[in-house]
């Protein structure tokens, strides 16, 4: 392959590719909603052509029991190393739409930033490996190595029908590596290499208690409110010190040498940055860990919302017949989410008072993922992005999941390169999201250069 | 006045009368949703063009900084009592809306009951009185006392409007008593008088930590989560036994002798008739009182929504920036909102942990009521609910709000009538809402013996 011809026809092609990728953010596609499910097939349909366009090869769309997912190939280099690269064109949902500066859906260029849902997470980054591809295809007629494209439209709801789909089709998506960007970097100019993610588990806990809703006037006072049994329960799932209270909770958390937690606390962002990037005055949680520690080598619980009663202006004097919440928990290195579904659940039959009936929903689980740091397909990332940047990158954990890595990871065995390209600032799943557009060019100069390193064999 | 023609022409017109009914019903006259201010205004147009029809005089529309007032009188009966009529046109939101066996707002017949938002919650009651007028007008060509009506659209968002009017207006609201029907009586042919009716602060309180909303993966355990420092200030506010946990909330609360601690619990409600009213399986609240006493002689507080972060379907990692709730606390005698509002603002002040700022807004107060029940217009009142059902009345307790109900007692100094026609399964506020129609006939006969017997003079 023609190196320098390829890193040149990218820069050349920046303000186009921009426009291209405005184009596929345009498209709705919050798959949590079943109201956008006809946007998330129109966005596949689109992605399909795109990728037929930029010459990849045996494009198809697959059904799944949620929405679709494309995959394209190009297999025409036999005996080189196959590369999967995943990335999903799914997005969260944008409300509270009045906060943003600029339509959700109608990207915009400001300074050196495009704005607009899925800019970072992941419509953006997944760009930057199939503009790679289409700079080495159109200036080198080839790939130097085997690829397979993966693009699902399921990530922001627990990946399940790319799970689905893995765990029937482990033949078809063999591999050597996974390429994905779907986490972040430090700072502008500032290249990193995510070698861990937190795993998840996803909740929904609803809480029953009587046959319709009350007026609080007649019957406060003596019957057992739904939402403050609920606000009880979740109140007791943290202690005073800002540590999860679920019993066990802790124990099979990775410990740390007193070295490697040195090393990350050098590599990661310093307790300002991180306020900073969250807008908070202080910190919080565990003690005797930095606050980036406690958002990567250990767990954490998010509530994430709450229904039941009255969510409208003014007030409505009512006691709920029942209400409900939606928690989340991270999982740290070694954890596993069954273990911690079901320590949530002793608790909940625990502490729930006698007058109410409490169930509980798993919505999504992936274990936590580390990857093996001196394989040397990583290392082969570190000087891509050394390469691409023009500047030494970093190891990162994220505090993140990402179901698939989790899927390749453990049960496909394969080794999963993340390049993360967003900035802390980014705003993935707020609003006024974001994409830092020399972040965009650098990143696929970055990807342009392992595609070319891994055809040049792994050492 | 011919009592017997009145009381005959009022059995003869019943059918006619609920179909009118179900016309004031049929108006969507949700106050506290400015959507539908419109149709407050469409409502009140029409009630005044109906208590013309029915002979009433000076019918005016009331402006006031919220929803309009209905006034009417009759006032040709010099040297008699004047009685002030009372009632609200405005009802609570309908939703869940799916919940509702027939829509909210057409009204339908079922057995003996009437369905639709409002059928006891007041438009129902309210017309029983507007009904008795008009058998007596129509029967006799005038009215044994003078009357005025004050019918207002503030009522379920705390009566801003009629306060504010009453404060400017003691004058023109001269009367020697005031009749109303916004509570209830505990069955179907056993009349009751309300003479007891708890107050309320309602509130609206509000966490602010961040900036922005964050991803739940990538800041969660580092930050404060504002709807879970909302969770742990809402737990704190009861204690395990179910008591209000505010300091200093008891210490104003009137204690009843053993005796008429007996008195209550004979003419009351049994625990398995409000349970069963309440579709609860078991009670819950404070020790050593009854639930009918908690309801009735006690205070108590509710949670009624909690807002912030993600409440549509499936989840979203989102850690809000802020969290509110609405919450409102129901005051027994001798208890002050304005103290209360400050023992609140004290409890979150010393709470509130310092990675968030909590603020909290007074959405409505209203002073508990204990009419006199020795009073002539009251024995009066017996009286004519004996003579309308056929049955001796019971005295109730309620252990709802009725801030106009606050106004005259308190402010205007007034005797205050309450005549209660709902029943404890009409379900006000809440889905199905319901009126009993043989209610509806006992309660406009006993309207009409009230009216007769105070123009005989009160004794």
Redo the contacts between chains.
């Keep these: 392959m023609l190196l320098e011809g390829a890193l040149r026809y990218a820069v050349d092609q920046q303000a186009r590719w921009v426009y291209e990728l405005m184009e596929f953010m345009r498209f709705p596609t919050v798959g949590?909603?079943?109201g956008h499910n006809r946007d998330l097939q129109v966005c596949a349909s689109w992605l399909a052509v795109h990728l037929r366009l930029i010459g990849l090869q045996r494009v198809e769309i697959l059904s799944t029991r949620l929405h679709p997912m494309v995959y394209a190939e190009w297999m025409g280099a036999p005996g080189q190393p196959t590369l999967l690269i995943y990335g999903h064109y799914d997005v969260?949902?944008a409300?509270p739409i009045r906060?943003w500066k600029s339509p959700p859906f109608t990207p915009v260029v400001r300074g050196a930033d495009l704005f607009g849902r899925g800019a970072s997470d992941d419509k953006g980054q997944m760009f930057i490996h199939i503009k790679a591809l289409e700079a080495i295809l159109r200036t080198s007629g080839r790939l130097p190595v085997n690829v397979r494209c993966l693009f699902e439209g399921d990530e922001?709801?627990?990946s399940g029908g790319l799970l689905e789909y893995l765990s029937t089709h482990r033949k078809q998506m063999a591999a050597d590596a996974v390429l994905l960007s779907d986490s972040?970097m430090p700072a502008p100019g500032c290249p990193a290499l995510t070698i861990s993610l937190?795993g998840?588990l996803?909740l929904?806990i609803r809480v029953r208690?009587?046959?319709?809703?009350?007026?609080?006037?007649?019957?406060?006072?003596?019957?057992?409110?739904p939402?403050?049994a609920l606000?009880?329960l979740?109140?007791?799932l943290?202690d005073r010190g800002?540590r999860v209270a679920l019993p066990g909770f802790y124990t099979r958390v990775r410990r740390w040498s007193p070295r490697t937690r040195q090393a990350l606390r050098e590599s990661g962002p310093s307790e300002a940055q991180?306020?900073g990037?969250?807008?908070?005055?202080?910190?919080?949680?565990?003690p005797d860990f930095t606050?980036?520690e406690?958002?990567i080598i250990?767990?954490?619980?998010?509530?994430?919302?709450?229904?039941?009663?009255?969510?409208?202006?003014?007030?409505?004097?009512?006691?709920?017949?029942s209400a409900s919440a939606?928690v989340?928990i991270?999982l740290a290195a070694d954890q596993d989410p069954h273990e911690t579904e079901h320590q949530m659940r002793t608790y909940l039959a625990r502490n729930a008072?006698?007058?109410v009936q409490v169930e509980m929903k798993s919505?999504?689980a992936a274990r936590p993922v580390l990857v093996d740091r001196s394989h040397p397909v990583q290392r082969v990332a570190l000087q891509a992005l050394r390469r691409g940047f023009g500047a030494d990158p970093r190891l990162l954990g994220?505090?993140?999941?990402i179901p698939a890595v989790s899927a390749f990871h453990h049960q496909l065995g394969l080794q999963v390169v993340m390049m993360g390209f967003a900035l802390?600032d980014d705003?993935?799943?707020?609003?006024?999201e974001k994409l830092h557009l020399p972040n965009f060019n650098q990143g696929i100069q970055s990807s342009i250069h392992f595609i070319h390193l891994l055809g040049s064999g792994l050492q």
Tied chains: 1, 2.
Excluded at 209 to 225: E, R, Y
């Design positions: 949590v909603d079943p969260q949902p409300d906060e922001e709801t627990g972040s937190r998840v996803s929904d208690g009587l046959a319709h809703d009350l007026h609080s006037g007649i019957f406060g006072g003596a019957v057992l409110n939402l403050q606000c009880d979740l109140a007791g943290h800002g991180i306020l990037s969250a807008g908070a005055r202080s910190g919080w949680g565990e606050l980036y406690r958002t250990r767990p954490s619980l998010s509530i994430h919302g709450i229904q039941g009663g009255y969510q409208g202006p003014g007030s409505k004097a009512v006691i709920p017949a939606k989340s991270r008072p006698p007058q919505l999504a994220s505090g993140g999941t802390p705003r993935a799943h707020a609003q006024n």
